[in-house]
Nanobody, 118 residues
């Protein structure tokens, strides 16, 4: 089983940048997808970005050009670089690894909160 731990959240002003990290406790290179999700208060969880083994990454429209998702396979880490943050980016951010095909499980972290002051 793999534990995911997010870090890097905090309170920033609108327009600022923030980098979130997700550390996996074990190798996930045999998994099929790595994602960042977010859930704002009172809203449903939405996927912010997803990357697949060949490196192809898809972003939700609202973050395109502002967020960058990277994966370090050797360090078993995921990073979400966020710039030009907007009040609507405020949420709890979760990392997710889809290992359903190889481990029979989908892994989630407990989340890190991002708050934006305008």
């Amino acid at each position: 089983q793999v534990q995911l731990v997010e870090s890097g959240g905090g309170l920033v002003q609108a327009g600022a940048s923030l980098t979130l990290s997700c550390a996996a406790s074990a190798d996930t290179s045999d998994c099929s997808g790595w994602s960042w999700y977010r859930q704002a208060q009172g809203a449903e969880r939405e996927r912010v970005a997803v990357t697949i083994p060949d490196g192809y990454t898809v972003y939700t429209e609202s973050v395109k050009g502002r967020f960058t998702f990277s994966r370090d396979e050797k360090k078993n880490t995921l990073t979400l670089q966020m710039k030009d943050l907007k009040p609507e980016d405020a949420a709890v951010y979760y990392c997710n690894v889809d290992c359903s095909r190889t481990h029979g499980m989908d892994y989630w972290g407990k989340g890190t909160r991002v708050a934006i002051s305008s």
